[in-house]
């Protein structure tokens, strides 16, 4: 069993930058695609960028494509999510999660996925 911790939200001004990490235990990442997604009030969890198990792969939602950076270091057991220009609307709480497969492919369907963390608030200001 693979545990997810998310930290690094947090109040920003618009167009400022928060880096998300998403520390796992329990298991090392090496086997697991992982994945970010957030909800916002009132809405459905959604999804937001996904990494294959090695890195190689990646793949954004078109909101905030050319603005987050989703990576991983297997070493450190740990992913991350860069976030740069953000928007109001960006507000939501972040959620990491984790797929295991021996495939490098990502998912983007939250239904594919086995483990997630507890969430971490981003909050945006205008």
Known sequence: ?????????????????????????????????????????????????AISRTGANSYYADSIKGRFTISRDNAKNTMYLQMDMLKPEDTAVFFCAAKATPFRAVYTDEAQYDHWGQGTQVTVSS
């Open 1 to 49: 069993q693979v545990q997810l911790v998310e930290s690094g939200g947090g109040l920003v001004q618009a167009g400022g930058s928060l880096r998300l990490s998403c520390a796992a235990s329990g298991r090392t990442l090496n086997n697991y695609a992982m994945g970010w997604f957030h909800q916002a009030p009132g809405r459905q969890r959604e999804f937001v960028a």
